[in-house]
């Protein structure tokens, strides 16, 4: 359990970057959010939710720091933040080494069955001649 004295910073805590990550919706604003800047406006536009469920998304997205806001006169303009998303891809490398690792030995091994089976095969049609 979370200690709630405790100030949990989304910068040092990934779970907090997860969180964020988990949902499609979020995920979905960084995706636009690539392309550059935009204001909340045109963020929630692009989604057929409400604009008060795009804003709760932003303000968890932003107390992850995944994104950073500012502000354009009335508009509050945000921009992809891509620090938090290193943290994840260092822990997803973890996984993309070993899943590297397993498939290619999965290659070798099938293809390895399948020369001999050709093999088998090829010795087998040149009994059969023989016969």
């Given at each position: 359990m979370?200690d ?26 960084l995706?636009?959010?690539r ?27 932003r ?11 009335r ?16 822990w997803?490398?973890?996984y ?21 089976e ?6 087998s ?7």
């Open positions: 979370r709630r004295s405790v100030t949990y910073s989304g910068a040092r805590n990934p779970e907090v970057t997860f969180q964020a990550l988990a949902d499609p919706t979020r995920r979905a604003v995706d636009l959010l392309r550059g800047s935009q204001p909340a406006g045109q963020i929630a536009s692009a989604f057929p939710v409400s604009r008060p469920a795009i804003s709760k998304h932003l303000r968890l997205l107390r992850a720091h995944l994104v950073r806001e500012h502000r354009e006169g508009n509050r303009v945000y921009q992809l933040n891509p620090e938090p998303l290193r943290a994840v891809d260092n997803i490398e973890q993309r080494v070993f899943w590297t690792n397993s498939l290619n030995n999965l290659k070798a091994f099938v293809e390895a069955e399948y020369e001999k050709l093999q088998e095969a090829e010795k049609r040149k009994d059969t001649k023989l016969k």
